[in-house]
């Protein structure tokens, strides 16, 4: 089938005239027809001229973009969205670009000062017995002295330090874990999903060619994140069992018992985090793109609003270089 590329004709002396009379302020100037939908008007749609979109903004299509573009049939490119947020996996990376951020920005740095609030014992000497120091003790009594207590004071201050690590990165993993489910179960709600009572046997039951969600390369690290939440939120021996059966590096040599503080039994390091955020973001790309048939990599272009706004900002450079409009 051949492409209907009639309208560039059209456009021709429209585009002669708008240069002519150098109007701006008429979007298709940029190469942008129709208008953007509002809340008013949702049925609202634009359509591109790709060849008059880059040469009046400056912007260059890449290759990828290019591809997509080309396999138009008419003169206009129309976006597959109209909003960055009508895509499902905008929603769901966002959230989790989120709270990486927030590790970075906040907690991480919270964690460490927290760390460092505990002070390191000082390291005892026999001149710091006071019975040496009054003729009690010999020299070599007092130096084992000193000695004991070094080592009953550095295992306080480790005690003391890693209790205060385990229960902040503890805190901040039961967040960070309830956020992901939280921004999940708004998707899934959005797109139907009876999610009234969830479970995330309603995430991993989709069935399509691939199989299951659990067939997914990045399904583990979604798996790995719930079973360490589960087992830091119940402290039960059934979910310590499932964790270390299937994710035993992440837990501590020794045996867990019933009444001690699951999150001490766990590796917690900004490593574990980061690969968790990580291995869920590239989940989610598998999900959606198997569910919703989203590419993430377009979803980062290939809507109306894009466009729109790129030659928004083009036009207000010119109209409105100082910004003075927005001046109170």
């Not at 002396?13 to 509002?38: P, Q, T, V």
């Not at 009508?86 to 927290?114: A, P, T, V």
């Not at 120091?133 to 130096?143: L, R």
Request: hydrophobic share 35%; net charge negative; proline share 2%.
């Amino acid at each position: 089938m051949k492409k209907d590329r009639k309208g560039r004709f059209v456009n021709q002396k429209l585009y002669e005239e708008l240069d002519e009379s150098f109007n701006i302020s008429d979007m298709r100037y940029w190469g942008i027809f129709g208008e953007i939908a509002n809340e008013r008007h949702p049925e609202r749609h634009i359509r591109i001229d790709p060849k008059r979109f880059q040469k009046m903004t400056y912007t260059t299509l890449d290759e990828e973009q290019l591809k997509v573009v080309n396999r138009r049939r008419s003169h206009y490119f129309h976006p597959a969205k109209i909003d960055r947020y009508d895509y499902n996996c905008n929603w769901l990376i966002q959230e989790i670009n989120q709270i990486k951020s927030d590790w970075y920005n906040i907690f991480k740095g919270l964690i460490q000062r927290e760390a460092d609030r505990i002070k390191k014992p000082k390291e005892l000497i026999a001149a710091d017995d006071d019975n040496f120091m009054c003729g009690i003790t010999d020299y070599d009594e007092s130096q084992s002295w000193a000695l004991m207590q070094n080592i009953k004071n550095q295992a306080k201050y480790e005690e003391e330090v890693n209790t205060i690590l385990f229960s902040l990165y503890a805190q901040f993993f039961h967040q960070m874990a309830s956020r992901i489910e939280a921004i999940t179960v708004y998707v899934l709600a959005r797109n139907g999903k009876n999610v009234e009572h969830f479970d995330r046997n309603a995430l991993y039951d989709y069935s399509g060619e691939k199989g299951t969600a659990r067939d997914f390369e990045h399904y583990k690290f979604h798996d790995k994140l719930y079973l360490i939440w589960h087992f830091i939120k119940h402290n039960s021996l059934s979910t310590y069992k499932k964790l270390k059966d299937r994710y035993p590096e992440v837990l501590y040599n020794g045996k867990f018992q019933q009444g001690y503080i699951a999150a001490s039994y766990v590796k917690f390091s900004e490593k574990l985090i980061i690969e968790l955020l990580d291995g869920c973001a590239e989940f989610f790309k598998e999900y959606c793109k198997c569910v919703y048939h989203e590419d993430y990599e377009q979803a980062q272009w290939n809507y109306e609003r894009y466009f729109y706004d790129i030659a928004y900002a083009e036009r207000e450079n010119l109209e409105d270089p100082m910004g003075l409009r927005y001046y109170p």
